[in-house]
């Protein structure tokens, strides 16, 4: 399962669901597995810096 991690305190965090589905990463975004118009946000940061998508 895909994860946020922190490369500065090493914080891991579970990917959010939409759809009952991990989201995806495309761009600067993590976006629905079904489509670009539903469920997107930016990557959240941690410790002043965007958290990192490990798939």
Known sequence: MA???????????????????SMILKEDYLM?????HCGHQRIPECCGKRMNYID
Not at 3 to 18: A, F, I, W
Not at 32 to 36: M, R, T, V
């Open 3 to 21: 994860k946020l991690s922190c490369d500065v305190c090493g914080t891991e965090r579970e990917v959010p669901n939409c759809c009952d589905k």
């Open 32 to 36: 629905c597995c079904c489509s670009d």
